[in-house]
């Protein structure tokens, strides 16, 4: 590595990343326009707002949860028509996007849901639900007209609300309430709608035109099936084709191999899925919907047990790669016995952190030139937000949990694998057999040419895993990813694996650490720092405990780490 050069690469990357991600994004929070009141905060108002309204005060058998909500499709309008800023300006401070939710769960079964606005803490929905739900049937069975003009009415007694500012409809929504929609223009053919039901219920919602609806539809409808026939069940092929090969490559590697990244992905995911438990309410709920615990409970244990899989995967993946990869002649991943393991770890967290800035500037590139194209806009993903985290500044552990497993399974073995099928139907295969009985010699061009051609479906399986995010159109991720990945590839084969897990986790917890400074969460902005210094002290570690031990003698040869 011509340290220089890649210095100067690594330089242009970070410049360009932080005038085109970073300034824009954390502008405001260093401005002070986007301080974010805390969970605990929120649920403090609410539970003042419900008992000076309501006399709520929750007892034994009670509780409250509160959860970051909001609507994306609306969001992603916005981004769309470049409707944001006067969205900012016009409407946010009394009907904006995103909320904390706070449910106050009775002892009864009664909830009641306070809505707060996530910077000025100012209540700006509500809605009562009992525990018994006749009353809707009872409200849908009464005459609209009766109902709107009783609505009207008991909306001029609300402070803060102009009765004439708002239409009505002609019609209510399932649970009984009358729709209002604002006379107010200004964004584009969506419109604000309050949803009253006097004593029982006043909050808003939006309403988009019905082609957007249908285009969102489609676009989320196309990427769940690339999603499964792209990514689910290649990975479920190539978990079991990892199997095959960990114990087909025995003989060059060890069962010990991968154990201690495995179990750390394992036990550092599971920790940021307990978490995450708000996000997967999130995730079952909305705006104006409750999702219950026992579902929230479901899901969380249902996500425990596909993480226990792709952590078996991501062991067979470490075994099976590294047998793949010696059989074919490359060692591309140094063992914990090797004399200079210490330095070859600092070495490749050097290389991590000047890769992960070069990739960084390339995707702000990428993304910039994309949204010219394809006329990209972005939606929002409550449940994965800082907001529905109990301990916001955990979330770079996702960082460590992407960077060991998706390269350990993707790169590491997906292309391992397809370079040895393409080698094994090609007369200049540079590696030996499975069986190992020899290695032959070839064409290092046509070896090169195998070899980029192997990066190829890896490449496309890693980019499909990542288009059911809330960005449109799906090509967008897709060939953003393509370009990242195959970049992430290179740096493999050039500087080994160590080093692109370093890189991968380096350009995760940037990111996210630009998350927790836009956030406005003021307590996490040292743990953003620490999240971008984290992979370095790692790395130094990890040296340290090796030189500790290098004195011991060895020997055989020992794949175990």
Not at 400 to 410: D, F, K, P
Request: charged share 15%; glycine share 8%.
């Amino acid at each position: 590595m011509r340290s220089s050069r890649w210095a100067v690469a690594a330089g242009i990357g970070l410049l360009i990343f932080l005038f085109m991600q970073v300034l824009p994004a954390i502008a405001p929070a260093i401005k002070g326009d986007s301080d974010t009141i805390g969970r605990g905060e929120a649920k403090r108002i609410a539970l003042v707002y419900a008992s000076a309204h309501w006399g709520t005060d929750l007892g034994e058998g009670s509780e409250a949860t509160i959860t970051h909500v909001g609507d994306d499709r609306m969001a992603a309008y916005m981004t769309k028509h470049k409707l944001t800023d006067a969205y900012d300006r016009d409407w946010d401070a009394r009907y904006p996007t995103d909320v904390y939710a706070v449910d106050l769960h009775a002892a009864d079964g009664s909830v009641d849901r306070v809505s707060v606005h996530m910077e000025s803490g100012e209540v700006v929905a509500w809605a009562r639900i009992g525990a018994a739900r006749t009353d809707v049937d009872k409200a849908a069975a009464r005459d609209v007209a009766a109902r709107t003009s009783e609505a009207l009415a008991w909306l001029k007694t609300q402070p803060g609300f102009d009765a004439s500012a708002w239409e009505p409809v002609g019609s209510l929504t399932e649970g009984g309430s009358v729709i209002l929609q604002s006379r107010k223009t200004g964004l584009s053919d969506a419109h604000v709608q309050l949803l009253v039901q006097p004593d029982k219920v006043l909050t808003y919602r939006y309403a988009l035109p019905e082609s957007f609806a249908d285009e969102i539809a489609k676009q989320r409808k196309l990427a769940d099936k690339l999603s499964m026939t792209g990514f689910l069940l290649p990975q479920i092929v190539m978990f079991v084709l990892a199997v095959i090969y960990a114990a087909a490559c025995r003989g060059w590697t060890s069962f010990k191999r991968g154990l201690f990244l495995s179990a750390a992905f394992f036990v550092m995911y599971a920790g940021f899925m307990f978490n995450l438990r708000p996000g997967l309410r999130a995730s079952s709920a909305g705006m104006n919907a409750i999702a219950s615990e026992s579902d929230v409970t479901a899901l969380l244990v249902t996500n425990v047990v596909i993480l226990f899989i792709q952590s078996l995967l991501t062991y067979f993946a470490a075994v099976g790669g590294d047998g793949l990869w010696r059989s074919m002649g490359r060692s591309l991943w140094p063992r914990w016995q090797d004399a200079n393991y210490g330095s070859k770890v600092k070495t490749a967290m050097k290389q991590g952190y000047m890769l992960a800035v070069i990739l960084l500037g390339t995707q702000s590139v990428v993304l910039t030139g994309l949204g010219l194209l394809l006329g990209t806009y972005y939606g929002s993903d409550p449940s994965q937000s800082a907001y529905n985290m109990y301990h916001p500044w955990l979330l770079p552990l996702l960082a460590w949990c992407a960077g060991i497993s998706e390269e350990l399974q993707t790169r590491f073995f997906g292309i391992g694998l397809v370079r040895k099928w393409l080698g094994a139907l090609s007369r200049s295969n540079p590696g030996a057999d499975v069986s190992g009985s020899g290695a032959r010699s070839g064409s290092p061009l046509l070896s090169r040419v195998l070899t980029s051609i192997a990066v190829l479906p890896a490449t496309a399986v890693w980019a499909f895993g990542h288009v059911g995010y809330a960005v449109y159109p799906w090509q967008t991720r897709f060939i953003e990813l393509m370009i990242i990945g195959a970049l992430f590839a290179w740096f493999m084969l050039r500087f080994g694996l160590l080093t692109v897990i370093f890189a991968h986790v380096v350009l995760d917890s940037t990111l996210m650490s630009v998350q927790m400074l836009s956030d406005g969460l003021s307590s996490d902005n040292i743990a953003g720092f620490v999240s971008v210094l984290l992979p370095a002290a790692i790395a130094l570690l990890i040296a340290w405990v090796h030189d500790r031990r290098r004195g011991v003698a060895v020997s055989a040869p020992d794949y175990s780490r």
